[in-house]
């Protein structure tokens, strides 16, 4: 199943029925997918209970990590969360960030931002929204938000460097994400990485590690830091749906590494017109004509009423 849009598809159908099952059967599996196992209780998902703003109807134990307790999110910011399900990451930063912020979770699938609506607004949260939008091709206009976090979503994208292009665009200059997702040291078995239900289930479409933290550099973000990496154990139950005995003995004994890892980045200060930010229009710098391309960019409103940050024009890529 390599077709970009047959990927999407899978995940489309297979969230819509995540998003109706029980908590317990989505942290026994692989994100909700791939079936349950009777060796552990949890393999992937962290405990956000003890997170201000914790909504337990939210809470449908799909994440690898804890993404907003590292996000650094201050009040009055406006945070994205991509991938946002029933709403657990937008409510923990609705926290942080305070009526004052702002929080818009976009998500692939209806059934989710149908749950995430309805948990808003029992919440009665006035500043939190989710849209439906493909993360390749987010609904937001450019330089839009000072804080992006997401929870073992991206691993679901089959264009990673789009989507993280995408994350680029929508942060302010200077703002930054932190993301938590799957990726591997070493190969999985073939098996794995053409199963459906292991690629619904954040596992086969995981890159490696240092693919992974080399789009982010090479993208131009700045101050790259692994905020937090655990190791991730499927249990043989699950691989054995799989695998044989003997291939799951030497998957074991191959020293394939699967984690999560908590990524951290920053959008360089600079904006696309090599002015700091903060700086007056007149000193952005000159194009090859030798004019300022910028000198009107503080009359630039984002459409749903954000203003934008001088020097970006909003929707334009390079911002």
Known sequence: M????????????????????????????????????????????????????????????????????????????????????????????????????????????????????????????QNVEFRQGDIEALPLSACMVDVVVS??????????????????????????????????VGELPSAIQGAAEMYAGCVSGALQEDEYLGIIRDLGFDEITVQKRKPIVVPDDILSNYLSAEELADFKAGGTGIFSITVFARKSSVDCCGAEVGATPGQARSDKTGQARHDNADKAKDPEGIHAIPGCELGSACC
């Open 2 to 125: 390599n077709n970009s849009e047959e990927l999407k598809d899978l995940v489309r159908r297979k969230y819509a029925e995540i998003a109706q099952q029980d908590k317990a059967t989505n942290a026994s599996s692989c994100c909700g997918a791939g079936g349950c196992s009777t060796e552990v209780a949890t393999i992937m998902s962290d405990d956000y209970t003890k997170l201000e703003g914790y909504n337990p109807d939210a809470d449908l134990s799909l994440g690898c990590g804890l993404p907003t307790e590292f996000a650094r999110i201050k009040p009055g910011d406006t945070v994205l969360d991509l991938g946002s399900g029933a709403g657990n990451d937008c409510f923990v930063a609705r926290a942080a960030t305070g009526a004052d912020g702002r929080v818009i979770g976009v998500d692939f699938t209806p059934e989710m931002i149908v749950k995430a609506k309805e948990n808003a607004r029992k919440l009665d949260y």
């Open 151 to 184: 929870n073992c979503v991206l691993n679901l994208v089959p264009d990673k460097r789009q989507a993280l292009s995408e994350v680029l665009r929508v942060l302010k200059p200077g703002g930054h994400f932190s993301i938590s997702d799957v990726v591997l």
